[in-house]
């Protein structure tokens, strides 16, 4: 007998025609003679509805009500899918966050699992129930709910995972799994049976938010394998799991466009000691998150530094700049909207070279301007002018022969 932990995010769930396919879909695990604990997301929509609600009461809610609040979206369907299991026959048990005995911080809205007490889903399952889990969910030492971060449902499943030692944790969603590039974007993209914690990290930040970066954290830390696949067919999905030798023979795994991005340049700047400190430090505090960032060598006792944001963040980022450029010793501050993100992320760069040059001529061989550069380990990334992002993404897609 196996043990497996099932996630099923918000639009597998949306409505009570889904959650019927939901709960049969659980049968059939069941019946081949597994044991089942299914954690489940609130009905899409929902959550973004009861924030919407708090803030039509007051703009900044009180972040305990707030979890408190933002619990019940995952309630819900725990309680439909477990009546629908038992429509069908299954003995099934609903548990919150705290009665599936999910310890967390004491921090509301963000907070980080402490530990699992698992002795009573051990005992459900000992008796033969299916156990449906609210995800996003926890409670901490002073008894108060607390949610774990937009998307934390994907974390209750990992953490879920570990803490009962399943055989197997399946991420429903509804894509079939994780692909070599944007399909919408990229005809040719193809779906990767397997993929690294590392790279599955690099392109859910990049913008194909499959899932939430932390609890692919949470999976990389301690090794926990998880098959991201669809609940509305029987495709085999992406398996993500540690790297492995084979996997380094891939060069380049995927290639994401991340659209949301602005660049902001703050020009002839003094060049010394502290001045980047203050312009970060002042973004930071009105936390805007700074992704790139690029510094020209000063030339004259002047500097060039340029970054980009998130688009949204992009007038804030100006305007908080702006205001320290008398109090740093003068400097201009612009900002432009219309770039692009082109990032191409793979294991198998640490052990082959190459793979900048390959990607700037094909870039070159378009006629396409590169900006700004940065790397890591296993990633470059280019900013480039929006309007060329998708042909930049399908021209290197293809030049790395990923479809
Ligand atoms: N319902 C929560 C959200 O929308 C958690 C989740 O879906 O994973 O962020
Ligand atoms: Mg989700």
Do not use: W
């Not at 509301?108 to 007490?117: F, G, P, R, S, V």
């Not at 889990?133 to 570990?162: C, H, K, P």
């Not at 894509?175 to 790279?199: C, H, N, Q």
Request: with cysteine.
């Amino acid at each position: 007998m196996a043990r497996i932990v099932q996630k099923y995010g918000g639009t597998s769930v949306r409505d009570v025609d889904r959650i019927k396919e939901v709960a049969k879909r659980i049968k059939q695990t069941r019946d081949q003679g597994n044991q089942v604990v299914v954690v489940v997301s609130a009905r899409s929509g929902v959550t973004n509805q009861l924030i919407a609600t708090a803030k039509s009461i007051v703009a900044q809610p009180n972040e305990r009500e707030l979890d408190m609040l933002l619990a019940i979206g995952e309630q819900e369907t725990i309680a439909l899918t477990a009546m629908a299991l038992q429509a069908l026959g299954v003995p099934a048990v609903s548990r919150t966050g705290a009665q599936a005995g999910i310890m967390t911080d004491l921090v509301h809205t963000k907070a980080k699992i402490k530990n699992i007490d698992a002795s009573l889903i051990e005992k459900d399952l000992a008796r033969g129930d299916v156990v449906i889990v609210a995800g996003f969910q926890g409670m901490n030492e002073e008894g108060s709910t607390t949610t774990l971060g937009r998307g934390g449902s994907d974390l209750t499943a990992i953490a879920l995972a570990y803490a009962l030692k399943a055989d197997n944790c399946e991420i429903l969603t509804d894509v079939d799994g994780v692909y070599t590039a944007d399909p919408r974007v990229v005809p040719g993209a193809r779906k990767l049976a397997e993929i690294s914690y590392e790279e599955m990290l690099e392109l859910a930040s990049l913008g194909s938010k499959v899932m939430q970066s932390r609890s692919v954290e949470f999976a990389s830390k301690y090794n926990v394998n998880f098959e991201v696949r669809s609940s509305f067919n029987n495709n085999p999905g992406t398996i993500v799991k540690e790297e492995s030798a084979s996997m380094e023979k891939v060069v380049v795994r995927g290639v994401a466009v991340d659209k949301d991005q602005a660049k902001v340049t703050v020009s002839g700047i003094p060049d010394k000691p502290g001045t980047a400190a203050r312009i970060f430090k002042t973004l930071a505090a009105s936390h805007v998150v700074v992704d790139m960032i690029v510094q020209n060598i000063g030339r004259n006792g002047v500097a060039n530094l340029t970054f980009t944001v998130p688009r949204d963040d992009s007038a804030r980022a100006e305007k908080t700049v702006a205001a320290i450029l008398e109090d740093i010793g003068g400097g201009n501050v612009s900002v432009i909207a219309n770039i692009a993100k082109l990032s191409v992320v793979g294991v198998g760069m640490r052990t082959h070279s190459g793979v900048a040059a390959s990607v700037f001529q094909t870039l070159a061989d378009h006629n396409i301007n590169i900006d700004l550069i940065s790397t890591s380990e296993i990633k470059i990334s280019i900013v480039i002018e929006l309007d060329k992002a998708d042909e930049a993404a399908r021209a290197v897609h293809k030049e790395f022969g990923l479809g």
